[in-house]
């Protein structure tokens, strides 16, 4: 069974940067689509960014030239990276996967990590 591992969360001011972690397990890691979604209290989880091999698809404009992603497939693992945060990123961060192409409905995801908090200060 697939296991997704995310890390990196934690608390940051508002400006400064974070990087994620997502340490995929199992095999043909290049065939699938890793996303990042996140979730608040209360709201719908959403879909953030996400990478293929057909490259990366942001779903928030509001994270657009602040965050983006890397793979490193030698480890099976995904990296978000976010300069810039505001409060707004406050959030608990999951990374999914899906085989083939990148989605922001979540629905389509078959794993998923068990997040990582992320809190931005003023």
């Known amino acids: 069974q697939v296991q997704l591992v995310e890390s990196g969360g934690g608390l940051v001011q508002a400006g400064g940067s974070l990087r994620l972690t997502c340490a995929a397990s199992?095999?043909?890691?290049?065939?699938?689509?890793m996303g990042w979604f996140r979730q608040v209290p209360g709201k719908a989880r959403e879909g953030v960014i996400c990478n293929s091999k057909h490259g990366i698809t942001y779903y928030l404009d509001s994270v657009k030239g602040r965050f983006t992603m890397s793979k490193d497939h030698a480890k099976s693992t995904v990296y978000l990276h976010m300069n810039n945060l505001n409060l707004e990123d406050t959030a608990i961060y999951y990374c999914?996967?899906?085989?083939?192409?990148?989605?922001?409905?979540?629905?389509?995801?078959?794993?998923w990590g068990q997040g990582t908090q992320v809190i931005v200060s003023s």
């Open positions: 999914a996967r899906r085989l083939g192409r990148c989605s922001d409905n979540k629905n389509e995801y078959r794993s």
């Open positions: 199992g095999r043909a890691f290049n065939m699938y689509a």
